[in-house]
């Protein structure tokens, strides 16, 4: 019997599940994809007998009452909404990769550098006051970026803004070298890296070991003057810190695009800030068709007995 008769005798069942986002559009897309699959919405009924279960933010002990489970696919690149989960059955747990997602990123961020680099963050609170100013002009090359996390995307950023001239560093837990990248790693070594940097990008994955990590204390070890770009996760940014940084003078401001409660509530002091410049966590979106031909494949190798794609592990969280 061939894989194709297999898959059409009994095509893959995905749940979609969700406690924070609402996942249609995930199945109009799989629905229109013409791809051959068993579709369920949680919390409709017959969700917990799928094969499958396509998560983001899914409800902690959900996924281990789900007894035919044998994958667990996110939706993104991300993986901590899912490992958050202390029920989490032992089954593989995927991401989606996609190549253009790191291309995203890197194009957010050279424009989070530019507004600071260029002042266009001055010049927009100017504009505001109709204050005519000209400061003098910095070369790129005289202007260190430092990326705070340097997987995949880092290294894509930091590539992109190394080629653009700027002075590019980069921190991670374990050694990693990029030609024309200065590489700082470990504990040891992250206050002599934050010495050096005009704007800090963070792109770390959420651990129990970065959450929290943009604090008053690592604001502190900034030189003055410094901003804040974070395209990771709103559990690494303590709000309030921030806030207390930018208002003493010692950060000039921020770029955020991922906030720990999103969307970001109506009362929050982040919206009115003139120094703190936000978007609704849009830095880089992978194609939604590439989303559901990833989770169709490997929905399709794990009920064929093949290892799937582009596993985490439980381990590192991510």
């Not at 995203?104 to 989070?112: L, P, V």
């Not at 206050?191 to 604090?215: E, K, V």
């Not at 996760?233 to 930018?246: C, K, P, T, V």
Request: proline content about 7%; hydrophobic content about 45%.
């Amino acid at each position: 019997m061939t894989l194709t008769t297999v898959l059409e005798a009994k095509p893959p069942h995905i749940a979609l599940v969700s406690s924070t986002l609402d996942l249609n559009f995930l199945k109009n897309a799989f629905e229109t994809s013409g791809l051959n699959v068993h579709l369920s919405l949680y919390p409709e009924d017959g969700f917990d007998a799928a094969d499958v279960a396509v998560a983001w933010n899914p409800p902690h002990g959900l996924l281990a009452t789900m007894p035919n489970l044998k994958l667990i696919h996110s939706i993104a690149a991300g993986l901590d909404n899912i490992f958050a989960d202390p029920h989490l059955p032992r089954v593989p747990v995927c991401r989606v990769v996609d190549s253009q997602h790191a291309l995203g990123m890197a194009e957010y961020a050279i424009w989070s550098v530019l507004l600071f680099h260029r002042m266009m963050d001055l010049h927009l609170q100017n504009a505001a006051l109709r204050l005519w100013e000209r400061p003098e002009q910095i070369a790129a090359r005289d202007y260190t970026v430092g990326i705070l996390g340097f997987g995949a995307i880092g290294r894509t950023v930091g590539r992109r803004l190394h080629a653009l001239d700027y002075n590019v560093r980069a921190w991670a837990r374990s050694p990693k070298q990029e030609a024309g990248i200065a590489s700082f790693h470990g504990d040891d070594q992250l206050p002599d890296f934050l010495s050096g940097c005009d704007a800090l990008i963070c792109l770390l994955p959420l651990t129990d070991a970065t959450r929290g990590i943009l604090n008053a204390d690592l604001f502190a070890s900034l030189p003055r003057g410094a901003a804040v770009i974070n395209m990771g996760r709103g559990e690494h940014l303590m709000e309030a810190d921030l806030l207390a940084a930018i208002e003493s003078g010692h950060l000039r401001g921020a770029v955020l695009d991922v906030f720990l409660q999103e969307p970001l509530p109506q009362d929050s002091p982040l919206w009115s800030h003139p120094k703190i410049f936000k978007t609704p966590h849009i830095a880089s979106m992978p194609s939604v068709h590439e989303v559901v031909v990833q989770i169709f494949e490997n929905a399709t190798r794990v009920l064929t007995g093949r290892d799937p794609l582009n596993t985490g592990s439980r381990d590192s969280g991510y």
